[in-house]
């Protein structure tokens, strides 16, 4: 089975501009999680989506959007781009079970960088 | 406090060692736990999750979990310098979302 893959790897923008990152998740999986991985915050989780709705949420302004779609592709949307959001956005997808399991595998990420 | 926390290390342990890496969790209502390694420059790849008291092995990686402590560890036995990484554990709470800690940098010398 293929990975999750993200697109693309490596973005550059400017502060005000807007970006669009992909996620596929792993096929099957109906489940993808997005996160932002910064040195001094670490992981932080910014939400879920299953089955096209959004499950979790975390603690991200309102800036931060996502969807996903019918074939459990997701997309994250960060508006208005400020120096801050400079990060490793990881992607992780699931297979969603019953019971406590629930494993998610992340992606390979893609390196925002906003100058 | 943080909700997850672990010692930032870095961690320095000699080839063959047991490495100990040790995580606390605030909220008890948390389902399951996960151990996942993370190389320089690249994503979090899952080693271990464990969801019941006590332990549970695969190869040389041990996880431990104790609900009543909120405690929950993994050791490394014969530690290689391969195993050098940064290890983050992750605890499910209810409601599905999954919260990291910040991380202990492991480093095994040869």
């Known amino acids: 089975k293929a990975g999750v893959t993200q697109t693309p790897r490596y973005l550059i923008k400017t502060r005000g501009q807007q970006v669009t990152l992909s996620c596929s998740p792993i096929?099957?999986?109906?489940?993808v999680s997005w996160y932002q991985q910064t040195p001094g915050q670490g992981l932080q989780f910014l939400f879920e989506y299953f089955s096209e709705t959004q499950r979790n949420k975390g603690n991200f302004p309102g800036r931060f959007s996502g969807r996903q779609f019918s074939n459990s592709r997701s997309e994250m949307n960060v508006s208005t781009l400020e120096l801050g959001d400079s990060a490793l956005y990881l992607c992780?997808?699931?297979?969603?079970?019953?019971?406590?399991?629930?494993?998610?595998?992340f992606g390979p990420g893609t390196r925002l960088t906003v100058l | 406090q943080k909700e997850v926390e672990q010692n930032s290390g870095p961690l320095s342990v000699p080839e063959g060692a047991i490495a100990s890496l040790n995580c606390t969790y605030s909220?008890?209502?948390?389902?399951?736990f996960f151990w996942y390694r993370q190389y320089s420059g690249k994503s979090p790849e899952l080693i271990m999750f464990i969801y019941s008291n006590g332990d549970k092995e695969d190869g040389r990686f041990t996880a431990q979990l104790n609900k009543a402590s909120q405690y929950v560890s993994l050791l490394i036995r014969d530690s290689q310098p391969s195993d050098s990484a940064t290890y983050l554990c992750?605890?499910?709470?209810?409601?599905?979302?999954?919260?990291f800690g910040q991380g202990t940098e492991l480093s095994v010398k040869p």
């Open positions: 909220d008890r209502g948390s389902q399951s």
């Open positions: 992780a997808s699931t297979y969603i079970m019953g019971g406590a399991r629930n494993e998610q595998f």
């Open positions: 096929s099957g999986h109906r489940s």
């Open positions: 992750a605890v499910k709470r209810q409601g599905g979302k999954l919260i």
